[in-house]
């Protein structure tokens, strides 16, 4: 077995498969999770908040 690529142990390769896979399911969840701006609320200024209050 001669090449140029250095060794990696089987272990280390399952390692490197499980945090990209861990990854990939971060990035998915994150992606479902996210909120458009358009559906974010505005943020109302403390002045007419307080008049509204009253």
Known sequence: MQNDEPTISRGEQVEAAEREAAKKRLLAQAEAERVPVEETTRA??????RRDQR
């Open 44 to 49: 109302v200024p403390d002045r007419r908040w």
